[in-house]
């Protein structure tokens, strides 16, 4: 066992599992801690509530991946981290670590009446929630539908906002009626308190959102503050409502409730505070990776899943090198980008933006087979049947 060292991951999604793999590589004793027994794909539940994917279909067994990798598995909660004797109190245990990668994701921004809306990016079982009651909809034959996303108003970097799914599933909901014959009998709306939705993916990909919304016959209401959710209506601060049977709304990210105990830098909202190599401040062996973290104040910084897998990548390298002596280091900032590919059912679009360039590249048809070889390949690839080429 190289060094003899114990590390601790918490976490079981992209970021926590990619850690857990990549320390095992170098030979560690790894343990992983997750309060679920599977990595749920993200990227691909889109698919769930339109039943081009069955819930089973988008998640890992994270059992599966402790044995094809080699790491200890705990299924359990995180209550406590306690930095100053290196352990962390689980519900039924209490761990020792001699280096600790945090990785549990990010809570949700409270909106008034926020229990009568459903994500997309929540808990994996409000997927199945929502394709309950797309299905009530479709037997009706007609309905209104309203979709959007929101952030946090303490969030500086602006990066705690997860936009990209609204736009995949109120593009995937219009294409499934329309194969239905019955989107006519449908009000679609994407909303969101924001004046320009998705400005983070780049100019040119601004410039051409709304001819998707008129191809996919999305009506749009932007630029007005959220006030409150009712089961059949969305109240925003100007006095406008939205009249709306199915209200599917991403919410902002905010710190998690175990990092606001523990003692550990954050920021204004609440993400824990890193370097570029992912180390927490004035914590030598502790690393945040994923959407836990902070990330810079850059107009291409967004909080994705392959960001977090690229934060997993440089912040192990980092401490293995560390601990083998050696001198060289990698910075996740380097690879800090956008990069989406946005499916709409029937087709896709690439979208890509850094600090160099950014582009918005309609792919009909084949982006949406690309996105399905994509999920296909994350799956077997993490289960080991595929070489890992990223």
Not at 42 to 69: C, G, M
Not at 160 to 182: C, D, H, M, Q, T
Not at 210 to 223: A, E, L, N
Request: overall charge positive.
């Amino acid at each position: 066992m190289a060094e003899n060292k114990n590390f601790i991951v918490l976490g079981g999604g992209f970021a926590g599992v990619e850690a857990a793999i990549k320390l095992c590589r170098y030979g560690y004793d790894v343990t992983l801690v997750s309060n679920r027994d599977y990595l749920f794909v993200y990227p691909i539940s889109i698919w769930i509530p339109v039943k081009k994917k069955k819930f089973e279909d988008v998640q890992i067994p994270l059992k599966k991946l402790a044995n094809v990798h080699g790491f200890k598995l705990i299924i359990d909660n995180v209550i406590k981290i306690n930095h100053s004797n290196q352990t962390v109190e689980l519900s039924n245990q209490t761990l020792e670590y001699d280096y600790l990668f945090i990785a549990m994701g990010m809570h949700k921004v409270y909106t008034k009446g926020l229990e009568h809306t459903f994500s997309i990016c929540g808990n994996p079982e409000e997927s199945l929630v929502i394709e309950e009651k797309l299905d009530k909809l479709v037997k009706v034959g007609h309905g209104k539908i309203s979709i959007g996303f929101g952030g946090n108003p303490k969030d500086k970097t602006a990066t705690a906002v997860r936009g990209g799914p609204a736009f995949e599933i109120i593009f995937n909901i219009s294409n499934y009626l329309n194969s239905k014959k019955i989107l006519n009998k449908f009000e679609l709306t994407f909303f969101a308190p924001m004046a320009s939705p998705g400005k983070r993916m780049g100019e040119d990909a601004l410039k051409k959102m709304p001819s998707f919304f008129k191809k996919y016959k999305v009506k749009t209401h932007f630029g007005k503050k959220i006030s409150e959710f009712q089961q059949d209506k969305i109240f925003f601060e100007d006095g406008s409502t939205i009249e709306s049977d199915l209200t599917i709304y991403i919410s902002g990210g905010a710190g998690h409730k175990v990092i606001s105990e523990s003692g550990l830098p954050v920021n204004e909202a609440g993400f824990i505070k890193i370097d570029e190599q992912c180390r927490v401040e004035n914590h030598q062996n502790i690393f945040a990776i994923g959407d836990i973290a902070s990330l810079p104040t850059f107009d291409w910084s967004a909080k994705q899943g392959h960001l977090a897998e690229v934060m997993a990548d440089v912040s192990t390298y980092n401490v293995n090198n560390e601990i083998k002596g050696k001198s060289e280091r990698k910075s996740y900032w380097d690879k800090l980008s956008v990069i989406c590919l946005m499916d709409s059912g029937n087709g896709g679009a690439l979208i890509k933006r850094d600090d160099k360039s950014n582009f918005l590249l309609p792919l009909p048809i084949v982006g949406h087979w690309l996105k399905k070889a994509w999920g296909f390949y994350y799956i077997n690839s993490k289960l080991g049947k595929f070489p890992n080429i990223f």
